[in-house]
């Protein structure tokens, strides 16, 4: 992602909670969006959560944002993340973001939920649908597409 220095979200789109790293990138960057989950201690989550989700992103080419207390999407990214201890109750609490690259409120909205069976197609086969291929912005719960030992066998 090729980030511009203009300046941060908060200028458009309506209470988000934007930090000082947060900033619009290029229009061209396609984003693989996805919650931490909360369910677990701090270290489960980071492992369970993220990893599977940073594989895939590395695959498809994608940025993955981690996003929690959305202002916009599937509910399941509106969540706060239950372990964290700062306003933004996201995970940028605990860490600086993987990406300096964040989305409006109007993308996270019109954003893309494959099913899940398109993800464990690309995990089997090695190819992705088109239809989600081709879209910006796309948004999972991985937990729901299978155990990490799939992708870990396909891509050693």
Not at 18 to 38: A, M, N, Q, R
Not at 50 to 67: D, E, K, N, S, W
Not at 69 to 75: R, S, T
């Amino acid at each position: 992602c090729h980030a511009t220095q203009q300046q941060p979200l908060a200028t458009t789109t309506q209470n988000p909670p934007i930090g000082p790293f947060d900033f619009e990138c290029d229009p061209s960057t396609k984003y693989l969006v996805v919650p931490v989950t909360h369910y677990s201690g701090f270290g489960n989550a980071v492992r369970e959560s993220m990893r599977f989700p940073l594989a895939m992103g590395f695959v498809m080419q994608r940025v993955v944002l981690f996003v929690n207390a959305a202002p916009g999407g599937p509910e399941y990214l509106r969540y706060v993340w239950k372990l964290s201890s700062c306003p933004r109750k996201d995970f940028q609490c605990v860490y600086m973001p993987l990406t300096p690259c964040v989305l409006t409120k109007t993308q996270l909205d019109e954003a893309t939920e494959p099913p899940k069976e398109a993800f464990r197609e690309l995990l089997m086969t090695g190819n992705f649908d088109d239809r989600y291929a081709n879209q910006t912005v796309l948004v999972m719960q991985f937990d729901e597409i299978g155990p990490i030992e799939t992708l870990i066998t396909l891509y050693p």
